[in-house]
């Protein structure tokens, strides 16, 4: 009985660990594709500076396309997990310990790997003005809708203050993206009329902040340790759950049956020794052989001797 309630405990556990792991792995993919945008965004600013390669530092770990491949394939072996526990299939609860013992070493192997402190400082913020005389012109379309998209999100203008559009550039103002309410022509006006429409901060700190780490990213860091130490846990669950089934398997086979009391097991010989062997002394020795035969005489067996001498 105590047996049998330590076993649906652990089934308990495992479905509640696995459930667990469907929303983690979900949680990560979907903060995985929202910092994925914007490192997409900030590696475009930064290309070809000492930023991009901090910024890939940083990043790397959290949306690496190992780690997006781990935790979809996570949600592949959490269902069997599932499915293996509710049957009491030995054959599933091995494929899934083993699995997760796979994906756990991946998993330290690409965290110890890809794990390295970005060297930057704020010296550095200055190197993306030379990423800004380009803003509007034709052929670079796309890094005119990168930086739009950047001051938008991040509530920023310019690198250190707005005045860096009119510095680098020829505009006689910042971009509509700068202001606080956006529609064709509010820079303009912002610009003759009324400053405190446009950003006060430059997009350089916010670039340094993201490179150093935003609350996404540390979501994304605590649900990794999560997962890993959610994994640890589900192979020691399942390796007792294994143990557990397999002995009371082994308990319950059935044994072969035993004879009934006073019956003949069948008959008993012994072999007769070497005859081509002499006696030692003069005198020979009668050697006996028994042979036990089953026979039937009015429903009873009796057992039947022969004795026979050999010179």
């Known amino acids: 009985m ?22 983690m792995s979900i949680c990560v993919l979907g903060v995985a594709a929202w ?32 780690i997006i ?11 069997v997990g599932y499915c293996g526990t509710l049957k009491c299939n030995l054959l599933l609860l091995s494929w899934y310990f083993g699995s997760l013992l796979v994906i756990f070493c991946v998993e330290l192997a690409s965290g110890v790997w890809t794990y390295d402190e ?13 990423r800004m005389p380009n803003f509007g012109l034709q052929r670079y379309q796309w890094l ?37 309410y956006q529609y064709p022509g509010c820079a303009r006006h912002a610009h003759y009329r009324d400053l405190s429409d446009l950003y006060q901060e430059g997009c350089g700190p916010k670039i340094y902040s993201f490179i150093r780490g935003t609350k996404q990213l540390h979501v994304l860091r605590f649900l990794g340790v999560s997962i890993g130490v959610a994994q640890i846990l589900a192979m020691t ?36 020794p070497p005859q081509g062997e002499a006696p030692k002394s003069g005198n020979t020795r009668p050697v006996e052989a028994w042979s036990n035969t089953a026979t039937t005489s009015n429903g009873h067996g009796h057992t039947q001797f022969e004795m026979e001498t050999l010179s």
């Open 69 to 79: 491949a781990v935790c979809c394939f996570l949600i592949i072996v959490a269902m």
């Open 144 to 180: 005119t809708h990168t930086w739009n998209t950047f001051q938008t999100e991040f509530k920023c203008c310019g690198v250190i203050y707005f005045t860096d559009w009119l510095e680098m550039t020829e505009m006689e103002w910042p971009p509509d993206s700068c202001c606080s």
């Open 118 to 130: 970005p060297s930057v400082q704020r010296s550095d913020m200055i190197s993306l003005k030379s």
């Open 2 to 23: 105590a047996r049998e309630d330590a076993v649906r405990c652990l089934r308990c556990l495992l479905y509640a660990i696995n459930l667990l792991f469907w929303l």
């Open 237 to 272: 669950l399942t390796l007792t759950l294994l143990w557990a089934l397999y002995y009371d398997r082994k308990r319950t086979e059935p044994t072969p049956p035993e004879p009934p009391p006073g019956t003949d097991p069948g008959p008993l010989t012994l072999t007769h």
């Open 35 to 66: 910092l994925r945008d914007y490192l997409n965004t900030v590696l475009t600013l930064t290309a070809h500076t000492r930023l991009e390669e901090a910024a890939v530092l940083t990043y790397s770990p959290a949306v690496h396309p190992v």
